[in-house]
């Protein structure tokens, strides 16, 4: 599940087309990890495994999809990507269609976020997506 297609759907926009600004407001932002965290819950409960790719920049972010997980009886794996500046400013700049809005103004704002204290496994991502999966996996295992 991508935070980015719950959000452009409580929008009704495409896939690929642009949000307007006030997608982007706090109370927005609210409601899409409040989906997303929703959804995976039930679908855990289902007894199926379950990805949310989003930024989870917020420590209750973090926090409510570590409670959903534990409420279904689900094992939880908390990976939190990094990566320098410079390096998403390359992949944003080169990403071509894409569901993302976001670009190297978003990027730049990412720097100033408090992120809290991350109880999740930082995985470095600024190499190779292959590179990326052999840290993430050998964080799970």
């Not at 452009?8 to 407001?25: D, I, M, N, S, T």
């Amino acid at each position: 599940m991508r935070s980015d297609l719950e959000r452009k759907a409580l929008f009704g926009v495409a896939e690929y087309g642009r949000l307007p600004p006030q997608a982007y407001r706090p109370e927005v932002s609210d409601d899409v990890y409040r989906v997303l965290t929703d959804k995976a819950g039930r679908i855990a409960r289902a007894g199926y495994s379950v990805i949310v790719d989003a930024v989870f920049a917020r420590p209750q972010e973090r926090a409510a999809l570590e409670a959903a997980a534990a409420a279904a009886g689900a094992a939880f794996h908390g990976l939190f990507l990094t990566a320098d500046l410079a390096t998403r400013l390359r992949r944003v700049g080169a990403r071509g269609p894409d569901a993302s809005d976001a670009d190297a103004a978003v990027a730049k704002s990412q720097e100033d976020y408090d992120i809290g204290s991350i109880s999740w496994a930082k995985i470095d991502a600024s190499g190779s997506a292959e590179a990326t999966l052999a840290k993430a996996r050998a964080a799970i295992e």
